[in-house]
Nanobody
Framework: QVQLVESGGGYVQAGGSLRLSCAAS????????MGWFRHAPGKEREFVAA????????YSEDSVKGRFTISRDNAKNTVYLQMNSLKPEDTAIYYC????????????????WGQGTQVTVSS
């Protein structure tokens, strides 16, 4: 079956960096656009960033532009989220997702989801 497994979360002080990874299996990775979403307590699930099948196009939410970068390595079936200049407001569970069509911010477009990885940013 299709599996998406996130890793790389943890605790970091404000201003620090983390790199999240999402390893995919059970699907032809290069046939899927990939996205990152996050969910913090008391808030709705929020789009973070997305990337097209071959990485030619990327999109990100305004609050993370200039700080977060999404990338992918199709040879490794892995998508990454490099997070720099982290803020306490970035604290959330981060999820990766796979979409057989185009990348986008609407979670309804995505076909598969990982279980998430916790990111906690302290002040």
């Amino acid at each position: 079956q299709v599996q998406l497994v996130e890793s790389g979360g943890g605790y970091v002080q404000a201003g620090g960096s983390l790199r999240l990874s999402c390893a995919a299996s059970g699907l032809t990775f290069s046939s899927y656009a990939m996205g990152w979403f996050r969910h913090a307590p008391g808030k709705e699930r929020e789009f973070v960033a997305a990337i097209s099948r071959w990485g030619s196009s990327t999109y990100s939410e305004d609050s993370v532009k200039g700080r977060f970068t999404i990338s992918r390595d199709n040879a490794k079936n892995t998508v990454y989220l490099q997070m720099n200049s982290l803020k306490p407001e970035d604290t959330a569970i981060y999820y990766c997702a796979a979409d057989r069509m185009l990348p986008g911010a609407n979670p309804s477009l995505y076909d598969y989801w990982g279980q998430g990885t916790q990111v906690t940013v302290s002040s």
